[in-house]
C-alpha cells in the first residue's frame, strides 16, 4: 500500500486480498471499472475471472468461498447487474456460504435525476444477505468492505453486500489503516449444554450423528471425526458435511438412512437445519414407538432451531463443541456406552443397500438408467475428485452413490435447491483444487441455464468434465404432475438435444452417448482431453429417483 491517494478500486481490492481474496468473479461493466483497475494494477495481480452471465459469478465466487472457507468475491455492475445475482446471493444465503457481493451504483453526483441503471440496490438483497450497505463516499470504501467481509466469514457464515457510486469508485483518497482480515474470536459454546448433551449419549442405546455444511466451514472436520472414531456412533453425512467421514468408512451409514432415523432413540443434528431435507426434526414415532430425541448443535446462537422439540441444543464453534462433548462422555471412565449392536445393524443394512446399489450401478437397460451412469464413474474418481450436482433426478442419483473420501469433495445448490449453479461451482473447483478431477453432474433442464459459460471454462483454460444425464424432461415435476393430474404439461423439452455439441462449438470437447457400454470409455476420453468436455447421455425419462420428500 503506497501512502499516495488511490482510487477505491485500489481499496476494495487491498481490503479483499486482507481477507484471504485470491480471485476476482465479474462480468464487465462500466460501473465497477475501478474494481479492475485495482486487481491489474495489485501486485501481484489479482486474476479476474469474467464470465457470460452473472449468475455464474456469483455461484463461482460462492463455491470458492465453500471450498476454501474464506469469503469469495463477486464483482457486478449496476442495476441488472447486480438483480441477476439475486438468486445466488440466496443461495449463499440459504446454504451459510462466505460470500461478498459488491455492486456498481449509479453516481451520487446524478442521483435522482435518472442515470444509466439508477437504482437504490441494498433493500433489494437485505432480505438474504447478513448486511446490504452503501458506500457513499471514497473514505467509506475500505472500512464499509473490511465489515462485510468480516461479516461474510464469521458464523453463522452467509453473503454480504456492498454497492458502492460511481464517481466516489473513481475519487482517490488515502487510507492510514490497513485492513487486519477477520480477526474474529470463536463462539465459545456453554459448557453445561455440552454436559447435557454428553448425558443423553451415555443413556442412549440407538444414537445417530448428522454432520452437514457448516462442520466444514466451522474448520471442525478432524474435530468430528475424531468424535466419531472414539465414540463408535453411526453416522450420516449432507451437504459439505460429505467426505468428512471418508466413504466406505465403517461408522458412516448414510446408505441406511431411513433405517438409522426410523429405529434411533437419539439423532444429534451438527451444523445444518433442522429442515425439509430432515423432517423438520422429527425422527421415528412410526407405527406407535417413541420418536427418538432430537439434539441441534449449529455453529452461532441464531442457526439453533426455533421450530423443533428438542431434548437439548448448543451453539458455538463446531470445533470447541465436538471436544467438549466428547471430554464430557469421557469424563466417567467407567460408563462408556456400547452402541456396537446397533452400529451392527446400520451396517447390515448399508451391505444390502450396497448390493441393491449394484444391481442399478451395472444395469445395462435401454435406455440407459441414470444409475449406470453412476457406475462407471465411480471406479474412474480420484479419492481428491470434486463433485458437483446441478439438476433433479440425475444429482438426485449422485447423492445416493457419490460417498466422497476427502471432505470437500462434494458441491450442491445446498437448501434453496437453485438449478444453473453449477458451472460456477464447477470453475471454482477448478481453480481452488487444479490438479484435481472436477466433474460437473448436469440434469438436462440445468444444463440449459449455463452452458453458455462453456466459453468462460475455454477462454480461462479451466477444464472440466461435464456430464449431462439427459432424459429430455423436466423429471423431477413431470412425474409428480402425472400423479396428481394423469397429465404433464411443461415438463417436456426436446428430445435428444446435443449439449455436447454446443460445448465443441464453444471450443470444448463432446459426445452423445445412447448404449451403456459406451459410457466408460467416454469418460475416459473426457478425463485425458485437457479441455472442457461434455459426455451427453441419454436416459430412460421413466427412471425416476425414489423420493422420500416433497421438500414442502
Known sequence: MTDEPQHGGVHAVDVARAHGVEHMFTLSGAHVFPMYDGAVKAEPAMPIIDVRHEPTAVFAAEAIGKLTRKPGLAVLTAGPGVTNGVSPIAQASFSGSPLVVVGGRAPNNRWGSGSLQELDQPPIVESISKSAVTAHK???????????????????????????????????????????????????????????????????????????????????????????????????????????????HPQLVTKARSTSFNGADLVIVVGTPLDFRLGYGIFGGKEGAAPAKTVHIADSPGQV?????????????????????????????????????????????????????????????????????????????ADDAVVIGDGGDFVSFAGKF??????????????????????GAAMAARIAKPSSQVVLLYGDGAAGMSLMDVDTLVRHNLPIVMIVGNNSAWGLEKGPMQWLYGYDVAADLAPQTRYDQVVTALGGGGEMVTDPKDIGPALDRAFASGVPYLINVMTDVNAAYPRATTGI
Not at 451392527?344 to 448399508?350: A, I, K, N, R
Open 305 to 381: 432451531s426455533t421450530h423443533a422439540e428438542m431434548a437439548a441444543s448448543a451453539s458455538g464453534d463446531l470445533t470447541l463443541v465436538f471436544n467438549g462433548v466428547l471430554a464430557a462422555l469421557q469424563s466417567d471412565a467407567g460408563s462408556k456406552p456400547d452402541w456396537s449392536p446397533w452400529l451392527s445393524t446400520l451396517q447390515d443394512e448399508v451391505k444390502a443397500a450396497t448390493a441393491r446399489d449394484n444391481e442399478l450401478l451395472t444395469a445395462s437397460a435401454d435406455p440407459i438408467h441414470p444409475a449406470r451412469i453412476y457406475g462407471e464413474l465411480l471406479p474412474r474418481l
Open 138 to 248: 471514497v473514505d467509506d470504501i475500505a472500512p464499509v468492505l473490511d465489515e462485510a467481509f468480516t461479516l461474510a466469514g464469521s458464523s453463522h457464515r452467509g453473503p454480504t453486500f456492498v454497492d458502492v457510486p460511481m464517481d466516489e469508485f473513481f475519487n482517490a483518497t488515502t487510507v492510514t489503516t490497513k485492513s487486519k482480515g477477520n480477526t474474529t474470536a470463536p463462539i465459545e459454546p456453554d459448557s453445561g449444554a455440552l454436559a447435557k448433551i454428553a448425558g443423553l449419549l451415555r443413556e442412549s442405546a440407538r444414537p445417530v450423528l448428522v454432520i452437514g455444511t457448516d462442520v466444514w466451514a466451522d474448520h471442525a472436520e478432524q474435530a468430528a471425526l475424531q468424535f466419531v472414531e472414539e465414540t463408535g456412533i453411526a453416522v450420516i453425512s449432507n451437504g459439505m458435511g460429505r467426505g468428512i467421514i471418508p466413504g466406505g
Open 402 to 423: 457419490v460417498e466422497p473420501k476427502l471432505p470437500g469433495g462434494w458441491l450442491d445448490p445446498g437448501p434453496y435447491g437453485c438449478l444453473g449453479a453449477g458451472m
